[in-house]
Structures are given as structure tokens and as C-alpha cells.
């Protein structure tokens, strides 16, 4: 007699088809994280380097857009096919008050009014019906803004107080320290938030950067932060994740026993601002209680890539360095390493990248450590949720107020607990 065959259990048979979560991760024109996306501000190229010599292309939000700063030194976003037949004006020229077509000359200014028809009577009798979309722009922080959404709705270009005001000698660096980058920053090839909801997951600094890909994170153990803050052991106890006025926060404690010999608690806090704003301290050299000097943005190109953007308050050159180098793999740079190299010593770009252009969400088992996550796309959902009802997102004023405060940086444990709380905190 044959004994009936064990039947297996957890096979990949039959699984329902994989999905990814459309409403948080796609931002085309229409759909609901697009609008509510095109209710704020999103940096689009950096000041310095948007100069009057060339238009540069660019895509946001899933729209096909051209840059440009006339010879005026008015910056300008338009659409790039241009009104009258459909040319890009990637290929146009700059001029003192606009930027000319290369096909047929026809002329547009920075909000689109079409100023010359060369081919046409009297540079074109009607030109005036020949508007180039645009979209409005602001430059602040070494940085030029633009917003896509809602005219009615356009809110005031937001402040941060650890951007302003500059201190003697300060100045803002929006631009990597490497020749030959584009204004408009690097397209990473895959989807914005895969890389946005990394920034509220501390979990994978100490396991990605240190126990599996070996010491990543520049200046442990000398001038930045100690061998102990890599332990995953000491991780589940001492993070915490928290709602804030204007989106989530995480603390992480640690002790750093370098300087007493006993123990000086310090606090690792990251803050984020919806939609795509977060923060990140010098944890190269690291300075407790310093004022914090560096805001990032993660912008959408469309569903599976986008940008990140930053700009940089600072009198040191060298903590522009410590910032862009401050994470090395097997002690080079992503585009210095071999593919077996990338394969041995991953870092995000491969973890996050490996994820697919959309991760599959229906396919998570999420757990304790993914509180912050788990916090922030219920943020994410609730701002959707409030544009689709016509009510302002969270952290959209149509007015001026004061700069914003962000506690992102590495304090003591003192002084990070009697720093005034922007709004009551919750626990996830």
C-alpha cells in the first residue's frame, strides 16, 4: 500500500495576481495622489545652476515640462510642446524675455503669452490667442519652485527656520559637487515613494548599512556617531515614531560613552513634512544640539521615477562633501562600483531600486519595525482623502506664516525633550 504523499504548504501556486497600492504611488494628471500632490510646491531645478544659456527638460508629476531663466533672469516653466505645431522647446532658444521655438520662431515668455509669430503679418496679428501653458514659479533656498495645481487654490511657497535666516558667511549649495549634473537632478527609476517612505524607516540604517552590506555610514566611531548605534539588538526599544503638525517624526536614543565614559544619551530625530519634505543631520561629524541646516524633497517624475532635491545652509563647503559622500559602498561612490560589488555591498539605490518600479504592496508582510511607515501612508491617505472632499491638505496655507520648524538633527536626550512640540504627539 502507498503512503499518501505529503502535500506542501506555502508554495507560490495559485496566488492571487500581485498589485501595487495605486492610489499612494501614482501622480499623473487626475489621479487622486496627483492632485493632491499638485496642492503644493515641488522644487524643479536648482538656482545656480538654471542659467540663461540653454532651456533644460524636464518631468514632473507625469508632465513633459522645459525650465528655463530668460536673459532677464526670470525663471520659467512651460510646457515642453509648444502651441503651435507641437515642437519641444527643449531644442529652443533663450532670449532677453522669453524662449523661442526652434521650428517656426514663435516666442513665449515665462507665463506662456506668446510675444512673436516671425512668420506671420506683423509678428502675428493674433498671437495674443497662442498661450503657452505654464505654471507658476518661486526661487528660495538656492532652489526654484514650481506649483501645478489648482489656481485658485495656488498656497504661499512654505519656510523652514533651519534654512533662515543665513548667519555670517552662510549661503545655500542645492547642487551636487559633481561636474556635468543637470539643474533639474537625477532621475532615479523607480517610484517617489519607495524612496520617501525609506526616509521614516530607520531599521534598515542599521541592519542595509552596517550588519549586511559592512560599515556604510561615515565617521562611526570617530567623529560621528558610535559603533552602538548600528546594534539592531538595541533597535526595537529605543525608536519611537510620532504624528506632528505636519507629518511624522522618529526618535532613536542611543548612548555615546566616547565622551564621559559612562554614557551621554544623545537623540537621532528625523522629521518629515507632507507631501515629500524630510530632513537629514551631519552624521559625519556629528555636533549635539546643533541647529539643524539641511532640507530634502523627494519629487515625482511620474509613476516609476523621480528626483530628490535639497538645499544646504552652510558656511563649511566641507559639510556639502560630508552630505553627498557621506555614504560610501565597500568605500566607493554607486557609479564607482562593479555589479558584483553592487550585488555584495547593496545600498538603498539597489534595495529600493530591487523593489520593482512600483512595489508590489499586496505582496508585504509588514511588522512592529514598519510603524513608521505604517503611520506615514495613513497620513498619505488621509491628505488624498481631503483634497477629494475639496478641503486643503495638511500643511497648505494660502497666506504667509512664519518659518516652519523642523527638530531633525542628533540632540541630547535634555535637550531634545523640553524642545517645544509643533503639535501633540502620538505614538504608532
Request: glycine share 10%.
Amino acid at each position: 500500500m502507498t503512503e499518501p504523499s505529503t502535500v506542501d504548504t506555502g508554495t507560490g501556486y495559485g496566488r492571487k495576481a500581485p498589485s501595487h497600492n495605486a492610489r499612494l504611488t501614482e501622480v499623473g494628471p487626475g489621479t487622486p495622489m496627483g492632485e493632491a500632490m499638485r496642492r503644493y510646491w515641488h522644487p524643479i531645478a536648482s538656482s545656480a545652476g538654471l542659467t540663461s544659456d540653454a532651456p533644460h527638460r524636464t518631468r514632473v508629476l507625469g508632465e513633459n515640462l522645459v525650465v528655463f531663466r530668460d536673459g532677464q533672469g526670470r525663471p520659467g516653466v512651460v510646457f515642453e510642446r509648444c502651441a503651435h505645431r507641437g515642437s519641444s522647446l527643449f531644442y529652443g532658444r533663450v532670449e532677453e524675455d522669453g524662449i523661442r521655438c526652434c521650428y517656426h520662431g514663435w516666442k513665449f515668455d515665462v507665463q506662456g503669452h506668446c510675444l512673436e509669430q516671425v512668420l506671420e503679418p506683423d509678428k502675428g496679428l493674433r498671437r495674443d490667442v497662442a498661450r503657452q501653458p505654464w505654471y507658476p514659479v518661486e526661487e528660495r533656498y538656492g532652489l526654484v519652485f514650481v506649483y501645478m495645481g489648482p489656481p485658485d487654490r495656488k498656497p504661499a511657497l512654505p519656510r523652514y527656520d533651519c534654512l533662515e535666516p543665513l548667519e555670517d558667511g552662510e549661503q545655500y549649495y542645492a547642487d551636487m559637487p559633481a561636474p556635468g549634473l543637470p539643474p533639474t537632478g537625477l532621475v532615479a527609476d523607480f517610484n517617489w515613494l519607495q524612496l520617501w517612505e525609506n526616509t521614516i524607516d530607520p531599521g534598515h540604517v542599521a541592519w542595509l548599512h552596517s550588519q549586511h552590506s559592512g560599515q556604510q555610514m561615515q565617521g562611526v566611531g570617530t567623529t560621528g556617531t558610535p559603533d552602538n548605534f548600528y546594534d539592531p539588538d538595541l533597535f526595537p526599544a529605543n525608536i519611537s515614531y510620532a504624528k506632528t503638525e505636519y507629518g511624522t517624526r522618529y526618535e532613536y536614543r542611543y548612548l555615546d560613552k566616547r565622551e564621559t565614559g559612562t554614557g551621554n544619551e544623545l537623540v537621532y530625530i528625523m522629521e518629515q513634512h507632507l507631501p515629500n519634505v524630510f530632513t537629514l543631520p551631519d552624521f559625519v561629524k556629528v555636533t549635539p544640539d546643533a541647529r539643524p541646516d539641511l532640507v530634502l524633497w523627494v519629487v515625482p517624475s511620474d509613476d516609476t521615477h523621480h528626483r530628490m532635491f535639497f538645499s544646504l545652509r552652510t558656511s563649511d563647503p566641507d559639510r556639502l562633501g560630508r552630505f553627498a559622500f557621506g555614504i560610501l559602498q565597500n568605500g566607493k561612490m554607486p557609479w564607482e562600483m562593479t555589479e558584483q560589488e553592487r550585488q555584495q555591498f547593496p545600498g538603498d539605490g539597489e534595495a529600493q531600486e530591487s523593489q520593482g518600479p512600483i512595489t508590489l504592496h499586496s505582496e508585504e508582510t509588514l511588522a512592529t519595525s514598519d510603524r513608521g511607515v505604517v503611520m506615514l501612508r495613513r497620513l498619505l491617505n488621509t491628505m488624498v482623502d481631503d483634497v477629494e472632499a475639496g478641503r486643503d491638505p495638511l500643511g497648505v496655507s494660502r497666506v504667509d506664516e512664519q518659518p516652519r520648524h523642523i527638530q531633525g538633527g542628533i540632540f541630547t536626550a535634555a535637550t531634545a525633550d523640553r524642545a517645544p512640540a509643533a503639535a501633540p504627539t502620538t505614538e504608532a
